[in-house]
């Protein structure tokens, strides 16, 4: 008989991910791995038995003091796992919008000192205690949608000590949130206004002398670069990368988000972790990824909120074979705090099936953070799910910024923003 400190029960499905390949990819995208009126136990903030309800009473005893959270019909997922997010920074940019409306592109608005180069100035002033309290209050209202898991950027600081201050700034923000935060090194985001027209100075500063800090104080898990005219050219990245890799940490690429810059080429040659945003990637550039077996990271709000006709292309990434994950992006150019928005866009907007998204949303985008053991209701994983008023598992994806009824990190409701 196995003990629990927790039952979830009265579900209509329990979505589970807990059998196939890490990543998933093609056919494997759409299976979920579901229990029809299914129930789930946990113990020690691990999940500890996942079954049909009918076999609960026989398989598993309430400890005492133990709880039950009655599903009311609902469907219960693994916790969301946001593969890009840069959450932590100052300020917005709702003044950008104007711009945006009468067809200002994203790079001439950073040409103009605004975009990101306005977040710059305002995260550089904060304070620590400023960007805490800010970013905790989007990761809560993250967590409130279901994720239970999200990969965090620095790269709006763009100097040497500002940078290691936002990557010290991270495992105090997951301790203030309770969620396991992932952080990766964007110093690369673009160049320093310090270094405007010096931009293989300032990749020199960051390949010296930055890069080797981080490492040496193990403040980030990988390290990612903005290829893109405008911010850093493929030779640029490549020289960024290389020594990011030398020193350990894993590999990310922003890559062809505007035009088609040669990032999601430079990630295949580097088998890299992923490669994100992907909006002008060319056929050859899918084949390269799903040869190279790196994680497309798709970021389809993104798209929808550069405006134009572009989309995220999830279909094409999925039928060409390439691992695909999905982002929310969550900075003050694309501000959504919400995965379930994300996968309604990935479906309406990027032609995923519902299930496929749902694949992306978890545990392939916990491959691509690095995650393996987060994405999944299996036994022995910790127990991050949540539930979700609908009944069934295709309504997520249909319906925009469905929100769950209970959220679960280990075991414990993590419910409220």
């Keep these: 008989m196995i003990r629990a400190e927790l039952v979830v029960r009265n ?16 056919d494997a995208m759409r299976e979920l791995s579901i229990v029809d009126r299914g129930a789930v136990a946990v113990d020690r903030g691990r999940v500890a038995w ?22 009311a019909g609902g469907v219960l997922l693994p916790g969301w796992v946001d593969a890009h997010t840069h959450v932590l920074f100052a300020g ?36 620590d205690a400023e960007l805490l309290d800010s970013a905790a209050r989007r990761v809560r209202a993250m967590r409130a949608s279901g994720t239970t898991a999200l990969e965090v950027k620095s790269g709006y600081a763009l100097d040497h000590a500002g940078e290691l201050r936002l990557l010290r700034l991270i495992p105090r923000l997951a301790r203030r949130t309770g969620l396991p935060l992932v952080p990766t090194y964007l110093g690369a ?4 206004p310090e270094f405007r027209g010096r931009p293989d100075a300032y990749v020199d500063a960051v390949v010296r002398r930055t890069l080797p800090a981080v490492s040496r104080a193990g403040l980030a898990r990988f390290c990612d670069v903005f290829c893109e005219p405008g911010f850093f050219t493929v030779r640029q990245s490549e020289r960024i990368l290389r020594a990011a890799a030398r020193l350990g940490l894993g590999l990310k690429v922003h890559a062809d ?5 040669g ?11 992923s490669a ?12 390269r990824l799903a040869a190279a077996g790196v994680t497309a990271v798709l970021l389809p709000v993104t798209a929808f909120a550069l405006g134009g006709a572009r989309r995220a292309p999830a279909r094409e990434m999925v039928d060409a074979g390439v691992p695909v994950a999905l982002g929310s992006d969550c900075s003050p150019n694309s501000w959504v705090e919400s995965m379930p928005v994300v996968l309604a866009q990935a479906v309406h907007g990027g032609r995923m099936t519902p299930a ?38 295709t309504e997520i994806g249909y319906r925009f910024d469905v929100r769950p009824t209970a959220v679960y990190r280990q075991g414990k409701s993590v419910s409220s923003a």
């Design 11 to 26: 579900l209509r499905e329990v979505v589970t991910l807990r059998e196939g390949p890490r990543p998933r990819v093609g």
């Design 50 to 71: 996942v079954g049909a309800e009918r076999a609960l009473r026989s398989a598993v005893r309430l400890r005492a003091g133990g709880g039950v959270h009655d599903g």
């Design 92 to 127: 917005n940019r709702a003044f950008e919008l104007p711009l945006k409306v009468a067809g200002v592109s994203y790079a001439e608005i950073a040409a103009r000192g605004g975009g990101l180069y306005a977040t710059v100035r305002a995260t550089r002033s904060a304070t």
């Design 189 to 192: 985001h673009a160049v320093a």
């Design 257 to 261: 988000e505007f035009v088609l810059s």
């Design 263 to 273: 990032g999601a080429r430079l990630a295949a040659r580097l088998g890299a972790q």
């Design 276 to 287: 994100d945003h992907l909006l002008a990637a060319a056929p050859d550039d899918r084949e």
């Design 356 to 393: 496929e998204a749902i694949t992306a949303a978890t545990v392939n985008a916990a491959h691509a953070s690095g995650l393996e053991g987060a994405g999944t209701v299996a036994v022995g994983r910790s127990a991050d799910f949540a539930v979700y008023p609908v009944g069934s598992a």
